[in-house]
């Protein structure tokens, strides 16, 4: 029996419409490969040693509460960056994803810098784009719908044509509402503004992240789970999206 720790940033900031259900997916699961899962919380002034888990998990958060985030990771952005190019896998929901740009761009034009581990940038729109969506995205090379629930104000905007997205829009709003693009996918990170929580609903998703766990450990998933319920689920949602006005 092998045992993981996810880290969990800033649970008491981050943590929007339901994201802490991904650590609880993901608890669950490796638990049932037969392997521990343990959930460590970080707050604000905290050190971090990001060599000692498994993975990191940051939620949605409020224009506010990303801006004490961005100062508290501004001291630890190097170190992360580096376990990100060494394969960590992380996953950021909405705030969380947004904060890996350049800078968000508020509705009077002031820029508040992000992490720019990534060349995108986010600006503030004047209407939310809320509701349920569905992409079409490969996970472990296999190409699959994932689904979700989206609350955001910012548009998200590449910079780089080659900077991958999560996936492409077949319902809903993604990353701007114009490109059709949703999210990011670096290596073993996913930034996205599916909320719901997103890895419940998208159990190739959940796998995606422990099985990058797994190999870092040395370790392969030898068999997959039973996700017939999982799969039902996920189909009706797709179905209750698409007939939808």
């Known amino acids: 029996m092998a045992s993981f720790r996810i880290l969990h940033m800033y649970p008491e900031l981050m943590n929007l419409y339901g994201d802490r259900g991904n650590l609880l997916c993901l608890q669950k699961r490796i638990e049932w490969y037969g392997h521990r899962c343990i959930i460590e919380k970080q707050g604000l002034d905290n050190r971090t040693d990001f060599a000692s888990v498994d993975m990191v998990f940051m939620g949605g958060g409020s ?17 992360l960056l580096e376990h990100i190019e060494n394969g960590l896998p992380v996953l950021c929901i909405c705030g969380a994803y947004q904060l890996l740009g350049n800078s968000y761009i508020d509705f009077d034009g002031r820029s508040m810098s992000g992490l720019a581990f990534f060349p995108f940038y986010t600006r503030a729109g004047s209407k939310r784009l809320i509701g ?3 992409i079409s995205s490969q996970i472990n090379g ?25 996936g492409r829009v077949i319902k809903g709003f993604g990353n701007n509402g114009e490109d059709g693009s949703e999210g990011i996918v670096y290596k073993n990170l996913i930034g996205t503004y599916l909320h719901g929580p997103l890895l419940p609903k998208n159990p190739g998703v959940a796998d995606f992240f422990i099985e990058a766990m797994f190999a870092r450990q040395g370790l392969k998933m030898e068999k997959y789970l039973d996700d017939s319920i999982e799969n039902t689920a996920h189909q009706q949602v797709i179905n209750k999206i698409m007939n939808s006005k």
Do not use: S, W
Not at 144 to 163: A, K, S, W
């Open 142 to 166: 296999i190409d699959e719908t994932v689904v979700g629930f989206e609350n955001h104000g910012g548009r998200t905007y590449f910079e780089d044509p080659f900077l991958k997205p999560f």
């Open 63 to 79: 224009d506010r509460e990303q801006g004490l985030v961005y100062r508290d990771l501004l001291e630890k952005a190097a170190t």
């Open 132 to 134: 349920n969506v569905i």
